[in-house]
T-cell receptor
């Protein structure tokens, strides 16, 4: 069974700091990787997608992928209180329609 | 654009009652999905429809049925609701599988089965 593991947190960081969120996955043939943000009582919304080894930056967000280590991470620079949410890692196999989600890491940014 | 619209937003059922959750998307996506989200369990796929006319089971299909009514609409039916089906249900859509499987979610239906 495909598994996606995340530290459940809560992860607390001060405002302006870098938040680092980590995710490991079990299916070695996974091809696509996604980070979703979910505010309490709301639906998940896509933040980043990454498909190749290395870093991908979008504003204050950087996704990092290491397929050899089966590891994907999300860095949030200059963290803001509005970044306080649960972050979900999702993994997809080649050509697959089934995303496997981790249970999420709850992030709290302290003003 | 509305994106993905789910109805109803809230529902309370008694054990054994039936109901249908409705989902519609206006993004011309080919694929649609139904998930449930429970505390400590994350998002789990119930059923999905890769394209109009097809449906497939996900991780937790027992107790549910689905209908892909047309390209826009994908419904989830609970024939005889059980307390274990108390959950938040999300519908999602995407353009394709693989790298195209960027899924967009509806606002959710909060279901309580008493």
């Amino acid at each position: 069974q495909k598994e996606v593991e995340q530290n459940s947190g809560p992860l607390s960081v001060p405002e302006g700091a870098i938040a680092s969120l980590n995710c490991t996955y079990s299916d070695r043939v996974s091809q696509s990787f996604f980070w979703y943000r979910q505010y309490s009582g709301k639906s998940p919304e896509l933040i980043m997608s990454i498909y190749s080894n290395g870093d991908k930056e979008d504003g204050r967000f950087t996704a990092q992928l290491n397929k050899a280590s089966q590891y994907v991470s999300l860095l949030i620079r200059d963290s803001q209180p509005s970044d306080s949410a649960t972050y979900l890692c999702a993994v997809n196999g080649a050509g697959s329609y089934q995303l496997t989600f981790g249970k999420g890491t709850k992030l709290s940014v302290i003003p | 654009n509305a994106g993905v619209t789910q109805t109803p937003k809230f529902q309370v059922l008694k054990t054994g009652q039936s109901m249908t959750l409705q989902c519609a998307q206006d993004m011309n996506h080919n694929s649609m999905y139904w998930y449930r989200q429970d505390p400590g369990m994350g998002l789990r796929l119930i059923y999905y429809s890769a394209s109009e006319g097809t449906t497939d089971k996900g991780e937790v299909p027992n107790g549910y049925n689905v209908s892909r009514l047309n390209k826009r609409e994908f419904s989830l039916r609970l024939e005889s609701a059980a307390p274990s089906q108390t959950s938040v249900y999300f519908c999602a859509s995407s353009d394709a599988g693989g790298q195209g499987n960027i899924q967009y979610f509806g606002a959710g239906t909060r279901l309580s089965v008493l």
